[in-house]
């Protein structure tokens, strides 16, 4: 199964090659396991910390946040439908790391740059 989120993560990743400025703005590193509705699930690292970013299924770099969310959640976070403080309060996003530094997603996931039609 294809997940929705998968997109997403594309255009994240063109993001982060081409805009110094989100990287640096960002400055952390995320691993995202994404939960499918068939409860398959799929690992997304976003690292804008290094002097690489990277974004891929490298699941063995080391991160400062790690996130457990369904693909429904994420896509409705990305399209603006939910933010990310909301789903977390819901419960709708598990979190383990800084709190502070995991509400950069917002950056990441902003959703006037989406191209994406959803």
């Known amino acids: ?3 929705k989120s998968d997109v997403i993560f594309e255009e994240i990743k063109e993001r982060i090659a081409t805009d110094k400025e989100m990287v640096k703005k960002v400055g952390t ?3 995202m ?6 409860g398959k699930t799929k690992v997304w ?3 804008a910390k290094s002097d690489t ?3 891929g299924d490298d699941s063995s770099r080391p991160v400062e946040i ?3 969310i369904k693909d429904s959640d994420f896509i409705a976070i990305a399209a603006g439908k939910m933010k990310p403080d909301q789903a ?3 419960g709708k996003m598990k979190l383990k790391g800084n709190i502070a530094k995991a509400m950069k997603l917002r950056t990441i996931l ?6 994406a039609k959803l």
């Open 1 to 3: 199964m294809a997940f």
């Open 29 to 31: 590193s995320f691993r």
């Open 33 to 38: 396991t994404i939960a499918g509705a068939d």
């Open 45 to 47: 690292t976003i690292d």
């Open 53 to 55: 970013p990277y974004v």
């Open 66 to 68: 790690e996130i457990n």
């Open 88 to 90: 977390f309060m819901q």
């Open 110 to 115: 902003d959703p006037k740059m989406l191209k």
